[in-house]
Each structure stands twice: as structure tokens, then as C-alpha cells.
């Protein structure tokens, strides 16, 4: 069965102190790892998206990267408005097309 | 950047009664759109694939003649959610596929169903 895991729930980090967060997966026929920035009330915002091992995405302050079986969004020195839920996604190839499924997201808080 | 819209951002009806979700792609072409709801604190669970000018694909557990979707033209999916009951509280968000480049999310439709 096809799952998503990310770690951690949630985080509370100091305003540029930079750390990780984690999505691992269990998938056959991986088409795309996805990463979202969703705000409360809102929809998901599209950062990234990595397509084999090894790959790398920057923009800003986060940093997305790709192995076999996990990918890392990595926030270096975050500030209060990086505060957000991270979903990441994982896209399959079925029956009926391409679809993602996606992790339970990891919440964080940046503070002053 | 793609532009997805939803309309209207949020809607309370009364229980029994029919709530029309549209999900409109502004500045691109989607042959696929994609429905999902959130619960409070949980992540994204997809309802059904839409595909323009065919029948929906609905996940399994979900209801497709209670969630109704049309995706009449390569910029509009509606979804219809009939006979709302209070459980169907929730908030709706589309996506639109981008050829290339994944899925575009709308902002998201908050439906309460007294």
C-alpha cells in the first residue's frame, strides 16, 4: 500500500534557527514528490517539486532534496512568516491517471 | 504563476438542500482537475479526478451521486454537493493539473451545513 509519513507533526523553531522536516514514502511507480506551504483557511501553495534521487530545489530560504525513500525541506534561518503547515505529496500512475496522495503535514512555528 | 479559483470561499446552507462548488483555472488550459476535502488538522483526502468532457473518477467510500462534478469546458470542474447534512462540514478544494508542472490548488471552499 502506498503511504506518505512526515515528522515531525509539528515543530516550533526560534527565528533563524534552521532545521528539517521529513517525508518518507513507501510507493510503486513514483511520478513526483510535491511540497505545499498551506496557511490555515487557504489552499495549498505549490514550492517544489523533485522528480529522482539526488535531486536538489531551492528557493529562498527552503531547500527541498530527494532520495529513494524519503525527501527533507530544509528551512535555514527561518523567520516568523515561514510559520505554516508543509504538506508533502507523493504522485502515483493508476488506473485512472496520475494523483497524489499526501502526508499528514508538519505544522510549524517560527517565533520572534 | 498558475491561477486556480474557487467560488464562492465559503457557503452555509441548510441541511437538505444542493451547494454548487465551481473550480476555475484562469491563466491555463486543465484537461484534469482533482477535488479534495480537509478536515480540521488532517491533511488533504482526494474525493475524485475530473476529466473534461468525461465521468469523474471517485475515490473509493465516496459517494458520487451525493458529490456531483462536471468538468464542462478546460477551465471549469463544479462540484455539487445534494442533499447537505451536517457532516458533509467541511472545506473543499480543487487543483488543477498544469501539463509539466503538477497541480495548482485552489484557495479553498468552507461549507457548513446547519
Known amino acids: 500500500e502506498d503511504q506518505v509519513t512526515q515528522s515531525p507533526e509539528a515543530l516550533r523553531l526560534q527565528e533563524g534557527e534552521s532545521s528539517s522536516l521529513n517525508c518518507s514514502y513507501t510507493v510503486s511507480g513514483l511520478r513526483g514528490l510535491f511540497w505545499y506551504r498551506q496557511d490555515p483557511g487557504k489552499g495549498p501553495e505549490f514550492l517544489f517539486t523533485l522528480y529522482s534521487a539526488g535531486e536538489e530545489k531551492e528557493k529562498e530560504r527552503l531547500k527541498a532534496t530527494l532520495t529513494k525513500k524519503e525527501s527533507f525541506l530544509h528551512i535555514t534561518a527561518p523567520k516568523p512568516e515561514d510559520s505554516a503547515t508543509y504538506l508533502c505529496a507523493v504522485r502515483i500512475l493508476t488506473g485512472g491517471g496520475n494523483k497524489l496522495t499526501f502526508g499528514t503535514g508538519t505544522q510549524l512555528k517560527v517565533e520572534l | 504563476g498558475a491561477v486556480v479559483s474557487q467560488h464562492p470561499s465559503w457557503v452555509i446552507c441548510k441541511s437538505g438542500t444542493s451547494v454548487k462548488i465551481e473550480c476555475r483555472s484562469l491563466?491555463?488550459?486543465?484537461?484534469?482537475m482533482f477535488w479534495y476535502r480537509q478536515f480540521p488538522k488532517q491533511s488533504l483526502m482526494l474525493m475524485a479526478t475530473s476529466n473534461e468532457g468525461s465521468k469523474a473518477t471517485y475515490e473509493q467510500g465516496v459517494e458520487k451521486d451525493k458529490f456531483l462534478i462536471n468538468h464542462a469546458s478546460l477551465t471549469l470542474s463544479t462540484l455539487t454537493v445534494t442533499s447537505a447534512h451536517p457532516e458533509d462540514s467541511s472545506f473543499y478544494i480543487c487543483?488543477?493539473?498544469?501539463?509539466?508542472?503538477?497541480?495548482?490548488f485552489g484557495p479553498g471552499t468552507r461549507l457548513t451545513v446547519l
Open positions: 487543483s488543477a493539473e498544469r501539463s509539466g508542472l503538477g497541480q495548482y
Open positions: 491563466d491555463f488550459q486543465a484537461t484534469t
